[in-house]
Each structure stands twice: as C-alpha cells, then as structure tokens.
C-alpha cells in the first residue's frame, strides 16, 4: 500500500512554471505519471479518487496552458482537486490528505495561492470565476479566470444564474465542462440527456468569437487530414446550442483525455476568446484505473486501499451505520404504507436511499444536485397527499433552507426531513460538518426537530415521522456506526415533545440532544466515582421542548447543563428561553450549554474533533464540576 510509483517526468515538476518547457510528448507522459501518483496517494490516505482521475489530462493542459496562479483556476466541488494540488507545490504533502494539520480534500485558500477560491459544495465555480473577471475589468488582480465544473453540477440552479450573468455580462471567462455523465450517482435529468444527444450530433462547434472561418482558427494538426479532425469538422455546421443562448461561445465535445486536442484546444481558445466561452470536455470518471473504473460509482469515495487490488482496508464493525439503520427502516415503514415516498439531491448511497430506491424504484426520486428543489417538489408531494422523506446532508440542506421555511413551514406542509452527517463529520472536515441545522430549524414555527441518541432511537424517530401529519418533521444523526445497542424489532411512534431520563441522579442535572448521549454517560460514570451521580435525560427534541421534564430537573438540581451537536442558537438556546421565561434563573439555577464551538473545525478524526470542540466526556464531566463549583483537580474519589 505504501510502494511509490516511478514518476521521471512528474520528479521533474514542482511548480506548473516548470511544465512550460516540455513537450507535448512529454506532458503526456506527465499525465500518466500524475494518473500513478494520485492513485498511490489516495491508496495511503483514502479519499475523493475517481473524479480526480477522470481529470488528469486536463489539470495537466490546463496548468501547462495558462499562467496559474496569476490565472485563476476554480475547480467546482474541489473534490477532483488531487492532481492538481500534486502539480502546484504540494506533492511533498499529498499523503496527509484529509488527516489533520495536512492538506484538505477540497480547494482552500489558505492552502495555497493555486487555489484561488475555496470549494466543497457543488455549482459555485462559475459564479466566482464571473467575480474573478469582473474584478479583474475594474482594475482587481489580474489574468483570466478559469472554471472546471461537472455535468451533474451544472444541473444545478446556481450555475444557469451564474451562466445567464456571465452572457450578459460578455466579459473573458473560460468555462469547461467536464462531462463525465455522472456526479457521485448517475446522472438524472433533461441536461443530462441534451449532453448525451450533443455529443451524438456534434462533435466540434465552430468558435463564433474568434473568426468566421473557424476552420482558419484551427490548430495546424486539425487542418491535416486525420481521420479525427475530419470527424470534428464535420459537426461545425451545427449551431445554436444552449449554452449559446445563454450567451457563450461553444466548443466541443472533446475526448478529456487526449492531451493532443485539449492542448490544442485550449491554447486556440486562450489566443482568440473575447468573451464568455464554454469548452465541452468529455472524460470518465475513475480513467486509468481499473477498480475505480468498474465501481458503480466510479471510485467516488474510498477508504485506504491496495493499489493492486483495489480491495479497500475497512475495520470490522460491531454496529451498523446510521444511514443503513435509517433507510432499512424507512424501507419497513414503505412496506406498510404506500404513501411514502423519497426524495434525494444526489446522494442516493450517501444517504442509503440506494437501498429504498432497489426496493421501490416508482417511490424513489433523485432530483439531481438541486436541493431547493428537492424541499420544494417534497412539499408538492406532500400537498398532493404522499408523505415525503427528503434526505439531505445537514451541510447540503443549508442549501434549500428558503424553500424550508416559504414552501414547507409557512404552509405546514408534513414534509419529513431525515438530516443525515449531523454533527461533526471527519475528513471533510468544516465544509461537511452538521453544525447548524438545529438552530436554523428549531427557530421556524410549528415544526418538529428531533436528534437521535443511538440507532435504536433512529428507528422509533422514522416511525414518530410517519406518524406525523400536522406539519414538517425533522430528525436528525451522525455519519458513522452506531454504538451497537438492541435494535427494536419495529419502530414505535414516539410522543411528540417528550424525552426520557436515563439515569436519576442529585445535584447536577445533563440534557443530552443527540448522539452525544454516549460520552454523557462516560461522563456521569466518572462523575459518580467523585460521589457526585447526576442525573441524565435524552431530550430527543429540540422543538417543541419536553418542558415539564426540563423544569421538573431544572428545580429539583442545582446545576442544568445541555450538550448537543451544533452551533449555538439550538436546542440549548432552547432551554434556557424556557428557563428564563418561568423565573428558574430567578432561584439561583446554574446552567450551562455545551455547543459546538464559535469556529470552524479543520479536518481531523470525529474522535479528535469533538476533543477540540470541547465535547469529550472527561470536558463534559470537568463542565459539570465547573457548574456545582468543585475544583477540577486531583484523583477521583
């Protein structure tokens, strides 16, 4: 797994300034050695793997065509970004990927100078790119501006806004398509399928920008007579195409990964484009590879690998995942009741919905990376009588949040959100973390948040939304397994705004949203041998509050203290609205609130991370002592 390849022509590359020198030859040969790198890297580290291989030889002609930095490339998502962090300076570093204090798995700006914009949410790279132009026309930084986004994020609204902008605006802008025909899933919808049919129709579209003939602006090998220039002129009649009504000059489709037409190609467009240009590349996702390239989903994600083999090294599992536990429930509650239906933006295996979507492929939706969307056509179907669960990423569903609060909350419309990688995440680090939908939720009128402690709490929490018809419900868990508890044979509606006590105690009272609720009972053990057993309570929802439950702990403990997975402003904040509004502070409770901290947390593992964030169970524990006033210093008792 650790064996480096043998790269001559990559050893000779630190810099992209370095690649101006070679030849054609040459950065072909670079390409393959990249291809070897990455892979090896990704073996060591694990990681974003097949979309950075579809984009080898283009991060190679991009780099050795225009003057990066000065030129700035912004790379949609960012997760295809290995390469070319490999190419810009540190490859030194490509194998503390993803681990903390190394390098990131998206773009950063703080990283480096080569990576202009950061990235990790999908569609934003044209309109930054459109920012970089504009900017650099009233006299901002300099050089053109490049964007790399995929199909399946151009599906997205934000890229047609950004898109109709640039037309409109008429300013020099390279966008380049990378047409791989899937995002992280397949891909779904009308642009998919207009691509698909482009490319049949026509393979090269003439450059209108740069000349009337465009058989003129061809470089010298399009004009000689091989077979493949003769099947890319034949094509240049055809005109008229999307992008040139949204104001783009267009060409292509072109084969990704010959390096001979993506450097002619872009050398041409960088001499002569005076406007908005769309290049149409087209590559496959996992190229060079075979594993990755035989994978359903192309080597998205991986775990450490053999590079050999492809095999990925995964530690033996006592519990299932979350997302499991969620969509074989949801697939049980879909077998009872016809009316469920689900809804996903993309991520049909990253939230499980894969699983419900083998067993009910008439009551599955994947609407492509369109998050507002998809709250809003959930909304539709639940006005039109269905019951809807839209599952969504807590960091994507901040995508859609308008659409939550105008087309699902405001119509009580009994959508059923199942909000999965709450929390921290991991790798992914700040770009991925849940950390705000309790307090961007739990503020709208007349819904429903809950958070699960545990897997078996996940189950009744899919049946409590079935059950649920007065207006949206939200739950929401972490990325990850479980803690291995008893699974219920059935899920059981739980009653609405009510928690639970796990363990009676005296004096300090913890109030546990989520899955922390493990590290609260490590905290309470450890408490309990300095003879101090506080009680614990699982709060499960954060809207509308078990109010009796938290005022009865609130006046019979000296000390309140809730611990949740998020940022400030959710269900602590909660509380102690509550608390203030009935006068408890008034008789001298001591309360605190343990939330994410005010800071975005770098990439570690969810172990080190929440250490970070102060929500371990030895700082759960020191809190509470803090709160009774009890020195934290010393053995237990």
Request: net charge neutral; hydrophobic share 45%; charged share 20%.
């Given at each position: ?211 009337k003939s465009a058989v003129s602006l061809l470089p010298e090998p399009f004009q000689q007579g091989a077979r493949r220039a003769k099947e890319m002129l034949k094509g240049m009649a055809v005109g008229g195409t999307l992008f040139e009504e949204l104001g783009f000059d267009y060409v292509g489709p072109i084969d990704g990964h010959d390096m001979d037409q993506l450097l002619a190609v872009l050398r041409t467009v960088k001499a002569r484009a005076t406007g908005p240009m769309l290049i149409h590349v087209l590559t496959k996702k996992g190229k060079g590879y075979a594993p990755a390239e035989a994978a359903r989903d192309r080597g998205h994600a991986t775990g450490k690998f053999d590079v050999l083999t492809g095999v990925q090294a995964k530690a033996a599992s006592n519990a299932p995942s979350y997302t499991k536990v969620f969509a074989q429930s949801l697939i049980a509650e879909a077998e009872r009741d016809e009316k469920i239906v689900a809804v996903t933006a993309a991520m049909p295996d990253g939230t499980g919905l894969n699983l419900f979507a ?280």
């Amino acid at each position: 797994m650790t064996d480096r390849p043998t790269t001559p022509m990559l050893d000779r590359v630190s810099h992209p300034s370095d690649m101006k020198a070679l030849s054609d030859r040459e950065l072909r040969q670079l390409a393959d050695d990249l291809r070897a790198e990455t892979i090896s890297a990704v073996s060591v580290t694990g990681g974003h793997l097949g979309a950075g291989l579809g984009v080898v030889e283009l991060t190679v002609a991009i780099h050795a065509v225009f003057d990066t930095p000065r030129d700035k490339l912004i790379w949609d998502v960012g997760h295809q970004c290995y390469p070319h962090k490999i190419l810009t300076g540190r490859r030194d570093r490509i194998r503390t990927l993803r681990a903390e204090g190394g390098l990131s798995g998206f773009t950063k700006r703080s990283e480096s100078p080569y990576d202009p914009f950061g990235a990790a949410h999908s569609s934003t790279s044209i309109s930054a790119a459109l920012g970089f132009a504009a900017a650099r026309d009233l006299g901002g930084d300099p050089g053109d501006a490049i964007a790399v986004i995929g199909d399946g994020s151009m599906s997205a609204g934000m890229a047609f806004e950004a898109m109709n902008n640039a037309g409109h605006l008429k300013k020099r802008l390279f966008v380049i398509l990378n047409d791989n025909e899937m995002s992280i899933a397949p891909p779904v919808g009308a642009l998919s399928s207009y691509l698909s049919r482009l490319y049949a129709e026509a393979p090269f579209q003439d450059l209108k920008a740069a000349a009337k003939s465009a058989v003129s602006l061809l470089p010298e090998p399009f004009q000689q007579g091989a077979r493949r220039a003769k099947e890319m002129l034949k094509g240049m009649a055809v005109g008229g195409t999307l992008f040139e009504e949204l104001g783009f000059d267009y060409v292509g489709p072109i084969d990704g990964h010959d390096m001979d037409q993506l450097l002619a190609v872009l050398r041409t467009v960088k001499a002569r484009a005076t406007g908005p240009m769309l290049i149409h590349v087209l590559t496959k996702k996992g190229k060079g590879y075979a594993p990755a390239e035989a994978a359903r989903d192309r080597g998205h994600a991986t775990g450490k690998f053999d590079v050999l083999t492809g095999v990925q090294a995964k530690a033996a599992s006592n519990a299932p995942s979350y997302t499991k536990v969620f969509a074989q429930s949801l697939i049980a509650e879909a077998e009872r009741d016809e009316k469920i239906v689900a809804v996903t933006a993309a991520m049909p295996d990253g939230t499980g919905l894969n699983l419900f979507a083998d067993r009910f492929p008439r009551r599955c939706f994947d609407v492509g990376i369109a998050e507002q969307h998809a709250v809003t056509f959930s909304a539709g179907m639940a006005a039109g009588g269905m019951k809807p669960f839209c599952a969504i990423y807590s960091t994507f569903l901040q995508r859609g949040y308008d659409q939550v609060v105008h087309d699902v909350a405001i119509q009580r419309l009994p959508v059923r959100f199942a909000i999965d990688r709450a929390g921290l995440v991991g790798a992914d680090g700040a770009t991925h973390a849940g950390s705000f939908d309790v307090a961007f939720l739990a503020n709208l009128p007349g819904i429903v948040v809950m958070a699960a402690a545990d897997e078996a709490e996940l189950v009744h929490m899919v049946a409590t939304a079935v059950a649920h018809d007065e207006g949206p419900i939200a739950f929401r868990f972490p990325r990850g397994e479980g803690v291995g508890c008893e699974m219920p044979a059935r899920g059981v509606p739980l009653e609405i705004g009510k928690g639970r006590i796990i363990r009676e105690g005296a004096r300090a009272a913890i109030l546990s949203f989520g899955t922390r609720l493990a590290e609260v009972l490590k905290a309470a053990e450890a408490l309990a041998q300095r003879g101090i057993a506080p009680t614990v309570i699982d709060a499960r929802f954060a809207k509308p509050l078990d109010r009796d439950l938290i005022l009865n702990a609130a006046r019979s403990h000296e000390a309140l203290i809730t611990v949740e997975e998020g940022a400030v402003g959710g269900f602590g904040s909660h509380v102690a609205q509550l608390l203030a509004d009935e006068g408890v502070f008034d008789r001298g409770l001591k309360y605190r609130s343990m939330v994410l901290p005010d800071i975005f947390i770098d990439q570690a593992s969810p172990e080190r991370m929440y250490q970070v964030a102060g929500m371990d169970a030895a700082q759960i524990e020191a809190k509470v002592l803090q709160a009774l006033g009890v020195a934290v210093v010393g053995k237990r008792a």
